[in-house]
């Protein structure tokens, strides 16, 4: 059976929009997933209207979804048809391309909001989120750094940590978006050794039956054995030892440096990173990643990239990664992975 899989619209101003009607464009996605659009009818119309005006996309029939009735009688449709829910009665006729809008940070949550409700009424299985944008989101009176600090507090999750995924490189975060100030205060051996048993959890769930884990040090050539640093002796190594005592294979802590094509060439399966650009950095120069968020009672995957404020409206977005992220979620739920 098809997973039904929420489809959040992100920012209204930005490229999200047109990313996922080019994605449901493609038959192929409809292979993998039931679709639903959660967001604004009426701006997705127009912007079809648009597309297909200049021959970016076939005929299409987008179907207005505005109660839970509607939307469970009309699952069984499929291509051409796209199934946009929509009972927030927002207006983005005055809304600018391109630029930030506390009205647009406003709708991004309340679709956020709508993808949960619609899981735990057990209609949607899973999500794919396109892309926020975060100074709208706080303007709009919501304070999160992203959109998984949300799905954080609205499911009650105890422990949420991103798989960040690119070919054959996945990247665990110790943490994400907090200041390097932040991040130093908090790093402790414990966390480190929880991290650890998350990865190798996590990734034996995706069908990965003896994990060969590494992670990254926080100094300069992961300290030199304490010259530039005590925090791989002092934090890393007793959570190593720890996780090794329970037959966990950690290799580490390595170099962040020289780490990423130790992983890429094949000698571990994932790589456990302290800080938010010890990871994106590197990732973003291999490409842009999807990542899947672990920890959540459902699966839920985005992008790795942002509103694209400079290509909103040129209709020239690539469609490419979102459609990879489409993917890995459907497959996940498939899988049945409840990480």
Known sequence: MKPVIGITMGDAAGIGPELILKTLNDKKAYKECK????????????????????????????????????????????????????DFRLNFEYMKIGQVNKECGKASILYLNKVVDLINRGIIDGTCSAPVNKEAINLAGYHYNGQTEFFTEITGAKKVVPLIIIDNIRIFQLTAHISLKQMLLSLNSEEIFKIILFADDSLRKIGIPAPRISIAGINPHAGENGLIGTEEIELFKPAIDRAKSEDININGPFPADSLFLRVKNGEFDCIITIYHDQATIAMKLLGIPITMTLGLPFIRTSVGHGTAYDLAGLYIADESIFKKSLKICAESIKKQIKI
Not at 70 to 81: D, Q
């Open 35 to 86: 679709p639903v659009v959660i967001g604004n009818y009426n701006l997705l119309n127009k912007l079809y209207i648009e597309l297909r005006k200049k021959g970016l996309v076939a005929s299409l029939n987008l179907i207005m979804i505005d109660s839970i009735t509607k939307l469970k009688t009309s699952l069984n449709l499929s291509y051409p048809n796209i199934l946009i829910y929509d």
